[in-house]
């Protein structure tokens, strides 16, 4: 089972800052294959990256995904009062199971 | 635009079977390029994928629930179902379905859109 690493667990950042957020995974991963999410309270998750750097339709151009391997990394390049969520990584293509990462909360400092 | 919503009891009794359904609206659910998932989130807690059916009926389940989870699909009426068997308070959580898009058939990819989530808490 490929297990999805996230970190830092809490990103403390004020509007405007830039954000850097990772997901690791336990073995390598086919090709790029790796999806993340936000999710704001009380709402589904929303995906906004695919194929580790497809932003999907409607994400905003300050959010870009890149890696490959096991090392993956969503930023934000400037922070918008509507950013402040919760991020997830999810895998898909290696195995037939389709795991989350823990999450990562992107909290206004 | 394609929508999905859950619907089902939201309390259910420790050791019964916890059962939803997922509403699709705004497109086929039999189409064959997209499976349909169920994913769900404890209270505080990160997300767990349940399972994923194509309307064919062909699934995939997550190995750590495989045991007490049935899938459906009814093409007739749009939808697609779960069954999670002998509950604990462990499943209490926001039980989401949403559609699992798929570029290479048979191996579904990620997961978009999402249900707005229905809360089921497992309880006496």
């Known amino acids: 089972e490929i297990v999805l690493t996230q970190s830092p667990g809490t990103l403390s950042l004020s509007p405007g800052e830039r954000a850097t957020l990772s997901c690791r995974a336990s073995?390598?991963?086919?090709?790029?294959?790796l999806a993340w999410y936000q999710q704001k309270p009380g709402q589904a998750p929303r995906l906004l990256i695919y194929?580790?750097?497809s932003r999907a339709t409607g994400t905003p151009a300050r959010f870009s995904g890149s890696g490959s391997g096991t090392d993956f990394t969503l930023t934000i390049s400037r922070l918008e009062p509507e950013d402040f969520a919760v991020y997830y990584c999810q895998q898909y293509g290696t195995s037939l199971t389709w795991m989350f990462g823990q999450g990562t909360k992107v909290e206004i400092k | 635009q394609l929508q999905l919503q859950e619907s089902g009891p939201g309390l259910v009794k420790p050791s019964e079977t916890l059962s939803l359904t997922c509403i699709v609206s705004?497109?086929?659910?039999?189409?064959?390029?997209?499976?349909w998932a169920w994913i769900r989130q404890p209270p505080g807690k990160g997300l767990e994928w349940i399972g994923s059916?194509?309307?064919?009926?062909?699934?995939f389940y997550n190995p750590s629930l495989k045991s007490r989870v049935t899938l459906s699909v009814d093409t007739s009426k749009n939808q697609f179902s779960l069954n999670l068997s002998s509950v604990t308070a462990a499943d209490t959580a926001v039980y989401y379905c949403?559609?699992?898009?798929?570029?290479?058939?048979?191996?579904?990819?990620?997961?978009?859109?999402w249900g707005q989530g229905t809360l089921v808490t497992v309880s006496s």
């Open positions: 949403a559609r699992h898009n798929m570029i290479t058939w048979g191996e579904p990819d990620w997961f978009d859109p």
């Open positions: 194929d580790a750097s």
């Open positions: 059916i194509y309307y064919f009926g062909n699934t």
């Open positions: 073995q390598t991963l086919n090709s790029r294959y």
């Open positions: 705004g497109g086929p659910i039999s189409t064959n390029t997209y499976y």
